[in-house]
């Protein structure tokens, strides 16, 4: 059966998202997400239902226009125009018109973020009703008597922000209690007659001393969010320049611009290494591509994907997982030159953008990183290897637009975890191979789900020393209406990569049994058993033996009657847990044959301990021996060692005479090939093998 799903990396996801969607609702501002395709809302936080009054099914897949949100729709367009133009703003002015139908003024800021791969606009707006009402209050009171004068400061005492004046010699001639709190000072009179720059030296050449400096001598009124060393907080300032100095207005908006740069990281960075995400991605891939053009210089972009990756969760759990894929976020880091970026795009997969690199130069970033993630990984008293596939694709070679390099590096990347442990350049031909392998695995879950294209042949084995039959192997076949005839090696590996396997495999071993008990009916019967394929994701699932002695029952059938086949690098993967599986599955009833014997290269000393009844030999030592002695010594060997561990043996892809009566001589006890039959459906191989009728059937 297929491996379970990559639980982990759902999980994280989840768990990353949770948090962004917390900071974000929090926020005490108006946040909105708004699609910049269409201009309608896809998210606003809670700040922005409490701002406009507004409920988010009342804005959520509507426009700002739509539901009448600026009071003068022109601000909107000038905002859109900035923003597209700069991909930001820090402060644009507007009023907008709220629910109960209100003026407000606010301030907006925005920026362009990637979500889904579309660009949105995220944008973060304030009420400043109460800074205007006290700028139209101070502009009043100031025209007015000292009596307006004691007014006004008592009124700026109490007012929750900041309030400083200044003269023309930078000394401080008021400030409210508020201010004196914010620059880290008890009273207001220990800053009165001072002069700023001396009592804050470290702000000179600051952005806020360049402000009040620029304020002063244009007599034009600014504001500035900044961060100011010497209190160590960001502070909003407003400030009015006049003949006499300056009065400022300041918020600390320290907390609020850790959040909104939490949810900033959050948006573009992956929390478990902190390496850009997929986003931020592609963001730096198209800046890097306009740089490229610009300078007519190449770049590449590497896909890596760590090979077995998910084993690490299932064998050390998952937080064994995410200290393995922090270490080699590191370590990837670490190899990287400054030009080079690499980011962290899910799961186990890896993305490295190094700019001014041509094919060479990303082979020898390929190799780099291959050595950074080889080395084991140690954790917890566990020393672990992992092995990368890389898969790199070129601009301008392949592609010059951002979407495609990502997709052809991707394609290439899945064609070097094909090799395993590998590096794969792409090839315009990945195209073709990735284009068909998306029809064959759209037409294999329909073809699923109907269940009439898929087709079991069986083809005979014989027993050599005698020439009668002795059991058959059920091989599937498919037959695709607009595909044709589609080859099980080059349908199954998609069945396996796409999560289909536990489907296929289930409607095999159904199909076989379907058979047998056709036979049965008809007063026919199959000497020996019927062997069925099993594929390596089926033999990797802990509940494999379960579910087929299920499926073999439920049809009324013994165990007994199957053998399971399974190739020798399937084993050879894990053999402890191999060692296990065959066990159970031998006590189930099942036999078990090894297929494909000699070409996986397994451990000897395991094979004493499966639980297996017969050997394979594989079709390329039986067709090569008559050749070539070493083959034919290879295939004397297999057939000894067989019986010295009990086993039987059955030769594959006997074609002549000559192969089988050479293996006959070697003592193989049984073959099959087109010599004795071919593969027929299964109406036609009883007609053949079971009734009689066996003319023709050489």
């Known amino acids: 059966m297929p491996l379970a799903p990559d639980i982990d990396v759902i999980s994280a996801l989840r768990e990353s998202e949770e948090r962004f969607r917390v900071a974000f609702h929090t926020h005490p501002d108006a946040i909105s997400i708004i699609r910049i395709a269409d201009g309608r809302y896809v998210e606003v936080n809670e700040g922005f239902c409490r701002l406009t009054g507004y409920a988010p099914q009342e804005v959520i897949g509507r426009t700002s226009n739509e539901i009448g949100l600026w009071a003068d729709p022109g601000d909107r367009e000038r905002l859109a125009e900035i923003v597209q133009q700069y991909g930001h703003v820090e402060a644009f002015e507007a009023e907008f018109r709220l629910k109960d139908g209100r003026l407000v003024p606010g301030r907006v800021a925005s920026n362009i973020i990637r979500l889904g791969g579309e660009p949105h606009v995220l944008s973060v707006t304030r009420s400043i009703e109460a800074e205007r009402m006290l700028e139209a209050e101070r502009a009043r009171l100031l025209r007015q008597s000292e009596s307006a004068r004691q007014l006004l400061e008592t009124v700026l005492e109490r007012v929750t922000d900041g309030v400083v004046a200044l003269d023309r010699d930078w000394r401080y001639t008021f400030l409210n209690p508020q201010a004196a709190r914010m620059l880290d000072r008890r009273q207001p009179e220990d800053l009165i007659g001072h002069n700023i720059w001396e009592e804050f030296p470290e702000g000179v050449g600051q952005p806020f ?53 939490r949810i900033r990281h959050l948006a573009f960075h992956d929390e478990l290494t902190g390496l850009p995400n997929r986003s931020l991605c592609l963001r730096r891939l198209e800046q890097g591509l306009a740089g490229a053009r610009r300078h007519r210089r190449p770049l ?87 092995d990368a596939s890389i898969g ?56 699923l789900e109907t269940g009439d294209q898929l087709r079991l042949h069986l083809q005979p084995q014989i027993e050599l020393a005698t020439g009668a039959l002795s059991g058959a192997e059920a091989l599937l076949r498919w037959e695709e209406p607009v595909l044709g005839t589609i080859a099980p090696s080059e349908f199954i590996p998609v069945a396996e990569e796409r999560g289909m396997m536990e489907t296929l495999g289930a409607w095999v071993l159904r199909r076989a ?144 005479d000559a192969q089988a009566d050479t293996l006959r001589r070697l003592g193989a006890g049984h073959a099959q090939g087109y010599l004795f039959g071919r593969p027929l459906p299964a109406d036609a191989f009883a007609r053949r093998w079971l009734a009689g009728d066996r003319d023709g059937q050489r």
């Open 300 to 386: 590449a972009l590497l896909y890596l994907d760590l090979d077995h990756f998910k084993e690490i969760n299932d064998t050390l759990g998952h937080g064994a997982g995410d200290q393995a894929l922090a270490i080699i976020g590191h370590r990837l880091l670490k190899v990287l030159r400054e030009e080079e970026t690499v980011a962290r795009l899910g799961g186990d997969e890896f993305a490295v953008i190094a700019e001014g690199a041509d094919q060479d130069a990303a082979m020898r970033i390929a190799e780099r990183l291959r050595e950074a993630v080889i080395d084991p990984v140690e954790f917890d008293g566990h020393a672990v290897s992992i």
């Open 513 to 656: 049994c379907r058979i047998l008990l056709d036979w049965r009916e008809a007063g026919l019967a199959l000497p020996g058993r019927l062997a069925v394929n099993v594929s390596a994701r089926q033999f990797g699932d802990a509940d494999f033996a379960r579910q087929a002695e299920a499926i073999v029952k439920e049809a009324g059938l013994a165990p007994e009657l199957f053998e399971l086949e399974l190739t020798e690098s399937a084993l050879a993967e894990d053999p402890e847990a191999a060692v296990v599986m065959l066990r159970t599955l031998s006590d189930a009833g099942f036999a078990l044959a090894i297929d494909d014997f000699g070409t996986g290269y397994s451990s000897l000393a395991y094979l004493g301990r499966f639980e297996v009844d017969r050997l394979k030999i594989d079709l390329s030592f039986v067709q090569r021996m008559l050749a070539h002695r070493q083959e034919q010594g290879l295939v004397t060997a297999i057939v000894a060692m067989a019986r010295q561990l009990g086993l039987t043996t059955v030769a594959e892809g006997v074609e002549t």
């Open 209 to 261: 001393h360049q402000a009040y400096v620029e304020a002063m001598s244009t007599q034009r009124y600014t504001t500035l969010t900044e961060y100011y060393p010497p209190c160590d907080r960001w502070f909003e300032s407003r400030i009015y320049p006049s003949p006499d100095g300056l009065t400022i207005f300041f918020t600390d908006v320290t907390e609020q611009r850790l959040q909104s740069e």
């Open 392 to 447: 790199v694709a070129l601009y301008p070679n392949d592609a010059e637009a951002a979407g495609d390099l990502m997709r052809f590096a991707d394609m290439a990347m899945y064609r070097a975890k094909a090799i395993r442990n590998a590096v794969a350049f792409y090839h315009p031909e990945l195209e073709t191979r990735f284009a068909r392998k998306v029809d064959i695995a759209a037409s294999l879950a329909r073809a």
